[in-house]
């Protein structure tokens, strides 16, 4: 007896064709949407270095390379001009103050001094003379008061005499008033030489103070001249190691060129250069450090010099405590400058990534340190170890620190 068979409703070749548009569509989904589509770089993960975000105490600080210096610097500078004539030592000597150093000849200052003592010697006989002149004239002008006196007496008798005469007749009018015309012509010519002797002593006087006043300006120009040959002697003004010497026999110097300097040895500074970035970050009683013969030593800034020069502006520091033994004029140093307190932070150490990516980015490594992806980073405030975090990690991640010149642009690194 035939039986019906029930038609299935899921024959095996529907559900084949079901099965494959699924999984045609599924694959182009994931190619699409799920798929990592980003460029990959294989590389050795024995030639990378990696290194982990941590959670630490940060203090800022920018290394800075410093010269020894003598804490006092005095220059030999050439008051006067002149033609070196004698080397008494050498540079690399020791002095002490008031020893001589160089000495130079000028002819010119010489003749410049020898016409101003033959001026002073003119000058000082023109006042010997005005005064000699002037006690000449008093003593005339006296002889003739004297005289004039006398006449004056002889005239008063003889006047006086005809008076009484006339009066009685005896004598004629004229002869009276001769005698009287003589008398008063005598009393005026003695208030008229008295007057001339008074303007003649007044005129002398001022013309005697006139001529002391430049007799003495001259005498201080000669000394002043004097002074300039002596300063054609180099002494050492202070007591110190002469460590230059620019100066041979025979070279002619010009007033004011620097001819060496000595180095007062009482102690030394550091002066350092630093970038005109920091400029308005750094004050005085900043302080570093440096390493030294197997120590550290610290230094700090007791003056600023804001001039900036090819990007670059100077302080001066000073040792905090003892100098370092064995320390010379000369030296370079290698100080890590502190810009700021120490406070907590998340950190990275420095690595060459940074000159590739200026820290906008790293590479993190995935948990399972398979591979590693780009992520982008801001970093803020640095010193020589490590670089502060601001954004874009979190402590414990791992980043890889070298260069990231050979990485080109690949967005993910596969480690092997």
């Known amino acids: 007896m035939d039986r019906i068979l029930e038609k299935k409703k899921w024959p095996p070749k529907k559900i084949a064709g079901i099965s ?22 294989n590389i050795d993960a024995e030639k990378i270095t990696i290194a982990e975000v941590t959670r630490d105490q940060f203090q800022e600080s920018i290394p800075v390379i410093g010269n020894v210096l003598p804490i006092k610097t005095v220059y030999l500078d050439a008051v006067e001009g002149g033609r070196v004539e004698t080397r008494f030592v050498e540079a690399g000597t020791l002095v002490q103050e008031g020893d001589k150093i160089l000495k130079l000849s000028n002819t010119n200052l010489l003749l410049d001094i020898m016409y101003r003592e033959a001026q002073l010697f003119e000058q000082s006989n023109n006042l010997r003379n005005s005064r000699l002149l002037m006690e000449q004239n008093r003593l005339a002008l006296r002889r003739e008061l004297a005289e004039i006196n006398y006449n004056i007496k002889s005239q008063k008798r003889l006047f006086e005499r005809r008076a009484q005469l006339a009066e009685k007749k005896l004598i004629s009018q004229e002869e009276y008033e001769q005698a009287k015309d003589d008398y008063e012509f005598l009393i005026k010519k003695r208030d008229l ?11 002398r006087q001022m013309q005697i ?30 007591t110190g190691a002469l460590t230059s010497l620019n100066a041979e026999i025979g070279e002619s110097k010009a007033a004011g060129e620097r001819l060496g300097q000595i180095d007062v040895l009482e102690g030394f500074k550091v002066r350092a250069a630093i970038d005109e970035h920091y400029l308005h970050r750094i004050e005085i009683g900043r302080s570093g450090t440096f390493d030294f013969a197997g120590n550290s030593y610290r230094l700090t800034i007791n003056k600023i010099y804001p001039e900036v020069q090819e990007g670059r502006f100077e302080v001066d520091m000073e040792f905090m405590g003892a100098e370092p033994v064995g320390i010379r004029r000369g030296q ?3 100080i890590r400058l502190d810009l700021g307190d120490l406070s907590e932070a998340i950190l990275i150490p420095r690595g060459g990534f940074y000159q590739s990516t200026g820290g906008q980015w790293v590479y993190v490594l995935s948990e399972s340190g398979a591979y590693a992806t780009k992520r982008a980073t801001k970093l803020g405030r640095q010193n020589p170890e490590k670089y502060e975090v601001l954004e874009g990690l979190k402590p414990g991640e791992q980043v890889i ?5 050979t990485f080109g642009d690949f967005d993910k690194l596969i480690l092997k």
Not at 24 to 39: M, N, Q, V
Not at 193 to 203: A, R
């Open 20 to 41: 494959f548009v699924v999984f045609f569509c599924g694959a182009i989904i994931y190619g699409f949407f799920l798929a990592d589509r980003s460029s990959k770089l």
């Open 193 to 203: 030489t008295i007057e001339t002797q008074k303007q003649d002593s007044l005129f």
């Open 209 to 238: 103070t006139q001529l002391e006043a430049s007799l003495e300006r001259m005498e201080s120009n000669l000394v002043i001249a004097k002074q300039k040959l002596d300063n054609l002697i180099i002494n050492a003004p202070v």
């Open 332 to 334: 370079t140093l290698h």
């Open 401 to 405: 620190t070298s260069s990231y010149d």
